[in-house]
């Protein structure tokens, strides 16, 4: 199983679409592919079900040692239960086989506190040593009952222990961004914060306090597999391939020079970035986006109701729209479902080298 992390701490860059609509696209191509709501807003498990109407949450865990929810399969760590981390119960698309989520909690945060004073702690009080393993475990074990190929972790917009956590034990991560401003100040942030994880992942997973745990911290370094950005107009010019107009296209020059001259610069140094050959040979070069999604403009609202992605959408069936509508629509739907074809081939590509 490979575990990857859609991660930026500034919100609003379409990280949990991202993650559904990328699974949905390898669960296309055959793998079974686990999505793993870790944000405390839950907004991936919403995307999942559509809207639920139930006045109670669907998924809260009747029995302890059968786990409906992430922050119940993590209890028996941050509670010092009397019973051991097991698998989750997941649950498969009924419109997409081989897509399963691991449904999130609002509770989940509660437990940001304990975790922050864990991984400071834990290397010398033995009553904090499970807690650090214990979130990499629950979706190891999940993963690993249910034969899943990739867990797609969601996460929160910030900067805090659970998401240091999560990301420090993925083998891969994703950074979504938007072409603003703020996501260029992000790549900054992310350049001065993901290599200190990095040196903490490290002494985490050499301490033998906490690789002797029920549930070890893993030794892995998360590997840099692309970036994406998403939501700007694109216009065609003179016949050409449509490309993101004047005002987007100052963003995207200004996302590509934070990329290249602070973000790969401090990921290399971290050893966080794969060979230069792996990203050649799966095309995917990373001073590059992976992805470019444009506006989805009203799509995106159907495809909630429908819970299903904006490239799954059928236009006649699905929809109301006709004659010229219909088309432009289809025509956007079409080029959703190239872009994350080729960027779920990119990302099958560069995992098989993790």
């Known amino acids: 199983m490979k ?8 919100g609003g860059v379409a990280k949990t679409t991202m993650v559904f609509h990328l699974a949905w696209m390898l669960a296309i191509k055959g793998k079974r592919v686990m999505v793993v709501d870790c944000d405390p807003q839950c907004n991936l498990t919403g995307a999942f079900l559509g809207e639920i109407e139930s006045e109670e949450y669907p998924f809260e865990s009747t029995n302890p040692q059968k786990p409906r929810n992430i922050r119940d ?3 028996p760590a941050f509670e010092s239960r009397p019973y051991i981390i097991e698998p989750s119960e997941i649950l ?3 419109k997409r086989p081989g897509l399963y989520l691991l449904p999130g909690h609002v509770g989940l945060s509660e437990y940001e506190g304990q975790l922050a004073v864990a991984h400071e702690l834990s290397n010398t009080l033995s009553a904090f040593q499970n807690i650090p393993g214990a979130l990499h475990h629950a979706i190891r074990v999940t993963a690993e009952r249910n034969s899943i190929d990739y867990a797609l972790i969601d996460m929160s917009p910030s900067l805090g222990a659970i998401n240091q956590n999560l990301f420090m034990t993925s083998h891969g991560f ?3 961004m938007a072409p603003d401003l703020f996501s260029s100040m992000a790549l900054k942030s992310l350049a001065r914060t993901l290599p200190r994880w990095a040196e903490w992942g490290k002494k985490a997973s050499s301490n033998t306090l906490l690789r002797s745990a029920d549930y070890p911290f893993p030794e892995v370094t998360p590997k840099f ?5 998403q939501n700007f107009r694109k216009r065609s010019r003179g016949g050409e391939e449509a490309k993101p107009t004047q005002a987007f296209q100052k963003w995207f020059d200004k996302l590509a020079e934070a990329r290249s001259t602070d973000l790969l610069t401090a990921l290399e140094v971290a050893e966080m970035l794969l060979p230069k050959k792996i990203y050649q040979d799966a095309d995917a070069p990373p001073d590059e986006f992976l992805m470019e999604i444009g506006s989805l403009d009203g799509l995106i609202a159907t495809a909630q109701e429908l819970a299903k992605p904006v490239f799954a959408i059928d236009i006649s069936q699905d929809t109301s729209y006709k004659g010229v509508i219909a088309e432009n629509y289809q025509a956007k739907i079409d080029d959703v479902r190239s872009r994350f074809d080729e960027g779920a081939e990119k990302i099958i590509k560069l995992t098989s080298a993790l």
């Open 3 to 10: 575990q990857i992390a859609m991660f930026n701490h500034k």
């Open 73 to 75: 399969a993590v209890r």
């Open 92 to 94: 498969e698309s009924n």
């Open 174 to 176: 994703l950074i979504p």
């Open 225 to 229: 597999l692309g970036s994406s950005v």
